[in-house]
């Protein structure tokens, strides 16, 4: 792989259930970052991660956790789904976590909580 | 997004010229990115300013003005494939992205 891969592609989830959102970068990128899309409003940050090891919370960490035992890995889990979580998820990296560095995405899990 | 506007959509025709703006908050600001993103894609890079000026790159050129809060993307001798949507983003005080909503840009032959 070349760049940045995240899976499922797309998922369908009853509300309550566990689920985890993978995410790997071949990129060796110090940085990753969870964000969610929802339509009419910009990128939300979830999490994000300057470093293996670290993880911080963004605009809207609520119901999610991630963890960072390595620098490719960066898995996003929702311990127990809710309707409003509801979103595209993109996951994405950059060299450093100053943000002056452009951000390279993965091509998005489409996840539908019922 | 937080504090980032830009106009919802847009539409142009096919071999003219466009300019998407973007108005942001000036204090703490550490420069402003441009994605674009296709529909059912992932955003993808185009450009990064953080000094005053326009830098242009093939048929995209991005200007800054610091002092008003306010960059512009302009597309020229656009092409069908150009149909997106061009994403704002700020780098604040702490170094973090705030994005704007995004505009779509719809190209007509």
């Known amino acids: 792989i070349a760049g940045i891969t995240q899976a499922p592609t797309s998922q369908i989830l009853a509300a309550g259930r566990r689920m985890t959102l993978r995410c790997t970068q071949d990129m060796r990128h110090n940085a990753m970052y969870w964000y969610r899309q929802d339509l009419g409003l910009g990128l939300r940050l979830i999490h994000y991660s300057n470093t293996a090891g670290t993880t911080g919370k963004g605009e809207v960490p609520d119901g999610y956790s991630v963890s960072r035992a390595n620098t490719d890995d960066f898995p996003l889990t929702l311990a127990s789904a809710v309707p409003s979580q509801t979103s595209v998820y993109f996951c994405a990296s950059s060299e450093t976590g100053i943000n002056t560095h452009e951000q390279f995405f993965g091509p998005g899990t489409r996840l539908t909580v019922l | 997004g937080q504090n980032i506007d830009q106009p919802t959509e847009m539409t142009a025709t096919e071999g003219a010229i466009v300019q998407i703006n973007c108005t942001y908050q000036t204090s703490g600001f550490n420069g402003l990115f441009w994605y674009q993103q296709h529909a059912g894609e992932a955003p993808t890079f185009l450009s990064y300013?953080?000094l005053d000026g326009l830098e242009e790159k093939g048929r995209f050129s991005s200007f800054l003005s610091r002092s008003k809060g306010y960059s512009y993307l302009l597309l020229k001798e656009l092409q069908m494939k150009d149909s997106a949507s061009y994403l704002c983003a700020e780098v604040d005080s702490n170094y973090q992205l705030i994005w704007g909503a995004g505009t779509k840009l719809i190209i007509k032959p």
């Open positions: 300013n953080v």
